[in-house]
């Protein structure tokens, strides 16, 4: 599909303000793209999420396809190349990584390294002319948030993050619930999430110079549900971190818990942790208690109902479906259901969560 840019951005706009959490206008900013069918996506980072998720979901997608890859590791670029016949010419590192500007089978750059990264690489795909989807957590704070979404805005390239959730059914009828008040106001939100994290490890997760901890990780997962499962803001945050075991964990926080006030009365309980398994999302609202569990897995979620019904959906690939979507959007010249603003949004309240966890858990007012 072809138009101007004036006119994307104004559509961007209007289906943004349509689309976008409320009280939160989300603004994204596009080039369109000439008549591709697929566009052509080049992962940077071939840890494990590129290899276990993201190259497996664009074998299945229709919008896209795995066309190029950026690693600093030679052994990885032949595998790769035969794996999926991705061409020598598509291959790069981090060295080279800007002429991937000259490259018209790449359309996307998808950032897929440690958290510390995102901001850099946001900014040179942008420079080079590229959409970018980039992985959760945005970046290390809002600061670096505000400038990837004016590098892509200079640059007139959309910006998606990795919400991979935002896409999935489960996710979006825990939204639609919200939305239509199937079960009235909602008064009280549980989200917790994290994983046992192996220790010892010396993983870049918990090497607070990459942004690791349990927060940037998994903490994400909870502040998203927070907000998607009330459709609101928060206005004030209050969170305590725990680390209780400073031999293995001890620069970043193993555990933190945190508190999220919204309009209409409703407080979310929230939970975050490298030291257990869990994973559940639950609902209070005037008319029973609803939610996930598992509720931010790769697969297997499964809905609880009041009166003890459930739901479940098809099980399809989140992180295809995810990309597919993302690509659709660029295709239309409209904003994702997960632009830049929407990682800013989080990052925002991830920062004030640092900031009470250093003042003694006090609340302050976002
Ligand atoms: P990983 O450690 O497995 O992979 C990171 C990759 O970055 C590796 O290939 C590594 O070689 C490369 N890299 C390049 N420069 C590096 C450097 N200086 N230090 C360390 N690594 C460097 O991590 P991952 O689990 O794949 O996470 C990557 C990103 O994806 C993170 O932002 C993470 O939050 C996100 N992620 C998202 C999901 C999701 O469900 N959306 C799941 C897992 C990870």
């Excluded at 907000?227 to 193993?254: C, H, L, M």
């Amino acid at each position: 599909m072809k138009q101007s840019r004036r006119r994307f951005i104004k559509n961007a706009s209007v289906a943004a303000l349509a689309t976008g959490t409320a009280g939160f206008p989300f603004i994204t900013y596009g080039k369109p793209i000439s008549q591709k069918s697929k566009l052509g996506i080049a992962l940077v980072g071939l840890g494990y999420y590129s290899t276990d998720l993201l190259a497996p979901g664009l074998q299945e997608t229709e919008n896209c396809y795995l066309a190029g890859i950026v690693t600093g590791t030679p052994e990885k670029e032949k595998i790769w190349a035969e794996k999926y016949s991705i061409p020598k010419e598509n291959i790069y590192n981090y060295q080279n990584f800007d002429s991937i500007a000259e490259n018209k089978d790449i359309d996307v750059i998808y950032v897929v390294l440690p958290n510390s990264m995102h901001r850099e690489y946001v900014i040179r795909a942008a420079k080079a002319g590229k959409h970018i989807i980039c992985e959760k957590p945005m970046a290390m704070n809002a600061t670096e948030c505000h400038d990837m979404i004016k590098a892509c805005k200079d640059a007139g390239v959309s910006l998606s993050i990795g919400y991979r959730l935002r896409y999935e059914p489960y996710t979006q009828q825990i939204e639609k619930f919200a939305r239509e008040k199937t079960y009235g106001n909602i008064q009280i939100v549980n989200a917790a999430t994290g994983f046992y994290m192996k220790r010892p490890t010396e993983h870049w997760k918990v090497k607070a110079a990459y942004g690791g901890g349990a927060m940037m990780d998994m903490g994400v997962y909870a502040l998203q549900a927070a907000r998607y499962s009330t459709g609101k803001e928060p206005f004030s945050v209050s969170a305590q971190q725990f680390n209780p075991d400073p031999e293995n964990i001890s620069e970043v926080d193993e555990t933190i818990t945190f508190q999220l006030e919204f309009p209409g009365g409703i407080v979310a309980n929230c939970m975050t942790t490298f030291s257990s398994n869990v994973n559940i999302l639950k609902i209070n609202a005037q008319k029973g208690t609803y939610g996930l569990e598992p509720f931010q897995g790769y697969k297997g979620q499964h809905g609880f109902l009041p009166r003890g019904e459930k739901f479940d959906f098809p099980e399809k690939h989140q992180q295809g479906v995810q990309m597919d979507e993302m690509c659709k959007a660029i295709m239309d010249g409209r904003p994702s259901l997960t632009p830049g603003e929407e990682g800013l949004r989080d990052m925002v309240i991830v920062d004030a969560i640092k900031k009470s966890v250093k003042l003694g858990g006090i609340k302050i007012q976002l």
